[in-house]
């Protein structure tokens, strides 16, 4: 039973540049969660979504930022724009559909570096 | 909302020794209490969780206590080996109709050989 994927794990971009992580949920999952950790730091919640939904996007920058998760394939996570502020590791988690909601399985993460 | 404080920051133990990690929360209606450990440059781990119609869970060498009144909860490493050098998050749900968790700020636990 595969873990939670993301893609890229490591993803350098510009400033002015777009970044685009995308994570696809375990098997069986329909909610999916991202988190940004920026260094020594813990994980910070930024939007949570169900297959076509936005459930709780209340993390989320109000600019530059947006999420989703289509009827098919994986859910992105779409920064515009970036700035060096950007830089951090971002993570993905998934819980089960019908299940306890708060059992969280995180990703291995996409580390973004803005240069 | 809910607000996790996590201590200690770092700690060092020689191995065979126990570690403990201590979180508090703010929200009484908090009901689930997770614990992940982050390896570097990896994912954090679930790797026990507790929920509040119990007060003690153990998994052989770790243990999580909650004490609901005081809105504390702790994570017991017994025996504690080299390839548990970690961070060790502890975290609570934030309520509100979201199902979003709130984290601590981690522990950096170092075992030496």
């Known amino acids: 039973n595969a873990g939670v994927m993301q893609n890229p794990r490591h993803l350098v971009r510009r400033r002015g540049q777009e970044a685009r992580l995308r994570c696809s949920p375990m098997?069986?999952?329909?909610?999916v969660y991202w988190y940004r950790q920026l260094p020594e730091e813990g994980l910070k919640f930024m939007v949570y979504?169900?297959?076509?939904?936005?459930?709780?996007e209340s993390g989320m920058p109000k600019e530059r930022f947006s999420a989703e998760f289509p009827k098919e394939g994986p859910s992105i996570l779409r920064i515009q724009q970036v700035v060096r502020g950007d830089s951090a590791a971002y993570f993905c988690a998934s819980s089960p559909q019908g299940g306890f909601r708060y059992e969280q399985y995180f990703g291995p993460g996409t580390r973004l570096t803005v240069t | 909302g809910e607000n996790v404080e996590q201590h200690p920051s770092t700690l060092s133990v020689q191995e065979g020794d126990s570690a403990v990690i201590k979180c508090t929360y703010s929200?009484?209606?908090?009901?689930?209490f997770p614990w992940y450990k982050q390896e570097l440059g990896k994912g954090p781990q679930l790797i026990i969780d507790?929920?509040?119609?119990?007060g003690e869970k153990k998994d052989q060498r770790i243990a999580v206590t909650l004490n609901k009144t005081a809105k504390h909860f702790s994570l017991h490493i017994t025996e504690t080996q080299p390839e548990d050098s970690a961070v060790y998050f502890c975290a609570a749900p934030s309520q509100g109709g979201s199902e979003k968790l709130v984290f601590g700020k981690g522990t950096k636990l170092t075992v030496n050989p």
């Open positions: 507790i929920r509040s119609n119990v």
């Open positions: 929200d009484s209606a908090s009901n689930y």
């Open positions: 979504l169900q297959k076509e939904n936005i459930i709780d």
């Open positions: 098997k069986g999952h329909s909610h």
